[in-house]
């Protein structure tokens, strides 16, 4: 399904409108793909509120260009610097004299050139024009998300009959990553999480060399990319028999994960949907365990709006797609997390990630 860049296009400048903004300078490449379907990493558009649609590249993406956003922009390769040939572009459009820029992605040295080069225009910080219009997804978004879901569990599927007592967590998310490429991943959209044991404690541990020994809990946090949508899913799992203990903190989790992901609906506020986990491993004794937010958006970037935590008084827009990831972990023991990619849709919250919860145990 063809993306509407047009209705893009056109509800940012609606946007651009409320700020008073003649103009829009983009340099965040997620921004820049979802308004023109350009996926190369190095370009700066310009978006004004007359209709003036212009992506400026160098001459490694001429062709890409071309074939990738076709008539959603003018195409401008760059000779030299994309900054040199952004000042001759916008002295050619009419109309600007204010112009937006994107305050979260752009460098320190680059507003320096604005400031300087580009003194002539009268430039304002703008944060979240796109990224809010990139929380709802159409249905070609979801349908993305969902295969990216898809090809995430059926490597997970491949990897787990593979893991073995001795295997280091490098060598396990090697497995993991070779399986997501065999089944489809352009890429992984951040470094594989696999820790075991008491390193299953570190909600954003990174794999190491240490050796998965009988009865630790193995903790796999990963996603996959197709056509630049990712998905993001963490299961935990014991290699060996699970104590009573890991059973039971591990029931607790599962149980907070089940109400969320089936409680969370479009419409509430961030920190209520937070609340439903929190809630209930409060009342579990556990809360103290459980330190970082629900969960977060899911689309082109694996962290994006809206936000899923007791600070977030955002409204849950409709169609988002949010991960729920509750976990509990304890210093010098381990952790369990589970998490979901969940379609906030019109009838309700639909799981995208569909792989067992219960507790597995690996032999």
């Known amino acids: 399904m063809t993306p509407d860049f047009g209705a893009r296009i056109a509800a940012l400048q609606d946007g ?146 593979q893991i073995r007592v001795g295997q280091s967590e490098t060598a396990i998310a090697g497995i993991l990553e070779k399986a997501l490429r065999d089944a489809g991943s352009e890429g992984f959209p951040f470094a594989t999480i696999v820790a075991s044991g008491p390193r299953s404690a570190l909600p954003h541990a990174r794999s190491s060399l240490r050796t998965v020994e009988s009865g630790d809990f193995l903790l796999i946090d990963f996603g996959a990319i197709h056509e630049g949508y990712c998905s993001d899913i963490t299961r935990t799992v014991v290699v060996g028999k699970a104590s009573d203990e890991q059973r039971q903190v591990y029931d607790a989790v599962r149980v907070a994960q089940e109400k969320a992901c089936t409680d969370v609906r479009a419409g509430m506020r961030g920190r209520e949907a937070d609340a439903i986990a929190r809630d209930y491993l409060r009342d579990a004794g556990l809360a103290e365990g459980f330190g970082h937010s629900l969960g977060h958006g899911i689309g082109l970037e694996v962290h994006e709006g809206p936000r899923l935590a007791s600070t977030a008084d955002g409204i849950l827009p409709l169609d988002a797609v949010v991960t729920v990831e509750p976990g509990v972990y304890r210093a010098g023991w381990g952790g369990v997390r589970i998490e979901d990619d969940v379609l906030l849709a019109t009838a309700g919250p639909r799981r995208l990630t569909d792989f067992p919860r219960e507790l597995l145990e690996l032999s």
Request: glycine share 8%; proline share 1%; no cysteine.
């Open 16 to 161: 651009m409108h409320e700020q008073h903004l003649d103009g829009l300078l983009l340099s965040g490449m997620a921004n820049v793909r979802y308004l023109t379907g350009f996926s190369g990493s190095n370009a700066l558009l310009v978006v004004t509120v007359r209709g003036s649609v212009i992506l400026i590249t160098d001459f490694r993406y001429q062709t890409q260009v071309a074939d990738e956003v076709g008539d959603a922009a003018r195409i401008v390769i760059a000779t030299n610097s994309l900054w040199t040939e952004l000042w001759t572009v916008l002295a050619t459009v009419a109309g600007l004299e204010v112009i937006g820029f994107e305050s979260a992605h752009l460098l320190h040295r680059d507003f320096e050139r604005l400031l300087g080069d580009g003194a002539r225009w009268q430039w304002r910080p703008a944060r979240d024009l796109v990224e809010s219009l990139r929380e709802r997804k159409d249905a070609g978004e979801i349908a993305l998300i969902e295969i990216a879901a898809r090809i995430a569990t059926e490597a997970l599927a491949d990897t787990l009959p």
